[in-house]
């Protein structure tokens, strides 16, 4: 491995260590539980629509190192702070960091009906 590498992983540790939600986060897999470290996103981004409007985009995700989720799937349940979510993605590795995209919910229970507007 090369020292720009190393320099690159450790650099990395040290980011995750600080903006990551640690032993908050776990998945299920491979019969057991996994805690991880990651960094969790809620972005909150609007996106705007030919024609008028904006679709309010609300896809969590995380990004964790890719040797912490090794056996991860999708439709597998991730929870965070003690809220259920469900793989919908997971990314290709990139330098040892892979972002997993989620949708709110347990695998399996499908998503909430829209019974109203959003204002």
Known sequence: MSRFRQRLQQADKRITRIFSEYEEVMWYGQRKWHFVSAIFETPDAPVSVPGGGEIQDHAPAISVMTGDIAGLEKESLVVI????????????????RTRVMLAYGEPGAGQKPIDQWSS
Do not use: Y
């Not at 003690?82 to 990139?94: K, L, M, P, W, Y």
């Open 81 to 96: 702070r003690n809220q259920a979510f469900r793989v919908t993605h997971i990314g290709s590795d990139e330098e040892g």
